[in-house]
């Protein structure tokens, strides 16, 4: 994911919210708010050791896209409804203990544009700050209500199951593309659905409008990862905040390197070579991985999917009452289609 600073992440509101200039100063005073109540919340561990590891991720930032989510999705109810800030407190909760994890068993080096916590304080250390701040959104979740437990206990088997499957591998008789979506829609997706209903739901919107958001967020996380993938192949580290290639160094099936597996076009003979003999991140093999990537038509059609999975979105949104909030969830699409671009 792209590293932004806090005053980006400020523009990437104001571009989504200009046609509505008091939408968009509500989302960006609440957003400040969240902020805040992160940086506490990370900074009240017990033993103050602890913090600087907790609040590595939360710190450096990221787009804050979930907790922006979830004040979008309470648009549809009460925008003001106790509880709202804190739901999307919780949401980026659950989404910065996942990236711990996901740095570990990726053997990830960088994250947001500085060292991974895993490269900082070793694997152990960084499971710790993981599991701290999902203990941290399981109480925040008690003290939002049942459904909000429920959802966050939903989207944790999610995670896991995800993550089981991506370790694990396809399961016999799964084509390779279906075990991706499988992958995706439990690691990236449920994010995105988790913060759509809890913004919703604890504003009270109607349940028909929640299930609406719900549809709307899963198809558009499976897009957003597959941006993610997208730009894993051709965007520098500058620009991306991780290395080039990870995934590929990882031996970690993005899309572009699974539909490019199952090429026939000029160089997929090749990069099948170069994948199955692990190039190391760095390595003429792992450059060359690369070039082939983004010269291949995989890359296009990885795209194709992308915008496929977008329309879905695009359509579920249809079944929302015509308000500035469903225009930015809107925008939201273009602008994952437009990433890196």
Not at 89 to 113: F, K, M, N, P
Not at 147 to 160: E, K, Y
Not at 306 to 325: G, I, S, V
Request: aromatic share 2%; glycine share 10%.
């Amino acid at each position: 994911m792209n590293v932004l600073s806090a005053p980006e992440r400020g523009s990437l509101v104001s571009g989504l919210a200009a046609g509505d200039p008091a939408l968009r100063d509500r989302l960006a005073e609440r957003l400040r708010t969240v902020e805040r109540r992160l940086q506490e919340r990370a900074a009240r561990a017990a033993d103050p050791r602890v913090a600087p590891l907790v609040g590595h991720l939360v710190t450096t930032g990221g787009k804050r896209l979930r907790p922006l989510l979830v004040l979008l999705g309470a648009e549809f109810g009460d925008p003001e409804g106790e509880g709202v800030v804190d739901a999307a407190v919780l949401a980026e909760l659950v989404h910065v203990s996942s990236l711990y994890h996901d740095d570990v068993i990726d053997d990830a080096g960088i994250r947001h544009g500085a060292d991974s916590a895993n490269a900082r304080w070793g694997n152990r250390r960084a499971v710790f700050a993981g599991d701290w701040l999902l203990a941290q959104a399981a109480q925040l979740s008690c003290a939002l209500g049942p459904r909000a437990v429920r959802l966050n206990a939903v989207t944790a088997d999610r995670l896991v199951r995800g993550q089981a499957l991506e370790l694990l591998g396809p399961e016999p008789g799964t084509a390779p593309l279906d075990h991706y979506l499988r992958v995706t829609a439990g690691k990236s997706a449920s994010l995105i659905v988790l913060s759509l209903q809890l913004g919703a739901l604890q504003a009270g919107a109607p349940e028909a409008y929640a299930d609406v958001l719900a549809e709307y967020g899963e198809q558009l996380g499976l897009a957003f990862q597959m941006s993610d993938d997208i730009l894993d192949i051709t965007s520098p580290a500058s620009a991306s905040g991780k290395e080039p290639g990870m995934d590929l160094e990882a031996g970690v099936l993005s899309l572009p390197v699974l539909l490019a597996l199952a090429g026939d076009g000029a160089g997929d003979g090749e990069l099948r070579a170069l994948i199955a003999a692990g190039p190391a991140a760095g390595t003429r093999p792992h450059r060359r991985a690369l070039e082939l990537l983004r010269d291949s038509a995989a890359l296009a059609a990885a795209g194709a999917l992308r915008d496929e999975h977008l329309a879905r979105a695009r359509t579920a949104l249809a079944a929302l009452p015509r308000t500035p909030a469903r225009g930015i969830l809107g925008a939201l699409c273009d602008f994952v289609a437009h990433r890196g671009s």
